[in-house]
């Protein structure tokens, strides 16, 4: 369960205690001791409420605070580093729906660090049995109907070679490509059911594809690429994983900067 449904939910119930505390209070409490006793713990108790129900609005639908777990995007974000992601920046989520979003200020566009919850390829065995829900961040390089190729390491867009001077290489070691598949559409086929995801790192980390972004999909890949599992192996990204885009580092102090 993510955070801010914990954070409503927890808000109700502090909710529904500060009713029953009303109720109470007319009922029973009769001296003044009593009174200053019952203004006193429901004052906290109306605090509460209010500020987790709010706090889980904001997180819901505007902002919210990340942690970086994993060196996937160094040099960019390092391990600890503290940031905030604008949620409503491609369209506000709509409450139990399967990632639906509505009212979108921007579209997606290649270089966005964006942040989104796991596919379920991108899971373990027993994450996927545990229905456990994390999420990920990484860049945006494709959208859909882009062709992707990897070779030798350096990215191709449309049979272009991007200049991508945030990505950082930790392997001088470079891995030659590996044909396990009798054609392209296999290959398309396999990259999109997340196959590559149960594969060894060298079959698709340094050569990869070419594949055709689908649609409603986007190709993201993480700054260190050399040390990231993302959609080479996981499969695309589809659009209603997608929670917002990150803005800024705030912490550690030194590393305060915008997220380009």
């Not at 939910?9 to 409490?29: E, R, S, T, W």
């Not at 921007?106 to 596919?119: E, T």
């Amino acid at each position: 369960m993510e955070m801010e449904i914990k954070l409503f939910i927890a808000g109700c119930i502090f909710l529904v205690l500060a009713i029953i505390m009303q109720i109470v209070k007319k009922k029973y409490i009769k001296t003044e001791k009593a009174n200053k006793v019952f203004a006193d713990v429901y004052s906290w108790v109306d605090t509460l409420w209010t500020a987790l129900i709010i706090a889980s609005i904001i997180m819901y639908f505007l902002i919210q605070a990340f942690k970086i777990p994993t060196g996937s995007m160094e040099k960019t974000l390092l391990i600890g580093d503290h940031l905030f992601a604008a949620k409503c920046v491609y369209g506000f989520r709509v409450p139990f729906t399967d990632g639906k979003r509505v009212l979108p200020i921007k579209k997606v566009k290649k270089g966005d660090v964006v942040i989104f919850r796991c596919p379920p390829p991108a899971l373990s065995p027993i994450e996927r049995a545990e229905n456990v829900k994390k999420d990920y961040i990484k860049r945006c390089v494709a959208l859909a109907g882009d062709k992707v190729e990897i070779k030798d390491k350096v990215l191709y867009v449309n049979d272009v070679e991007m200049k991508e001077d945030y990505v950082n290489y930790e392997d001088s070691e470079i891995y030659r490509n590996f044909n396990l598949y009798e054609s392209m559409e296999e290959y398309q086929k396999a990259w999109e059911q997340g196959e590559f995801a149960t594969l060894p790192v060298a079959f698709v980390r340094d050569n990869f594809g070419p594949v055709i972004v689908p649609e409603g999909h986007y190709m993201v890949l993480g700054d260190n690429r050399d040390a990231s599992f993302d959609a080479r192996f996981w499969g695309p990204l589809p659009d209603k994983y997608l929670k917002g885009q990150a803005l800024v580092n705030y912490w550690p102090i030194k590393r305060i900067k915008l997220i380009k």
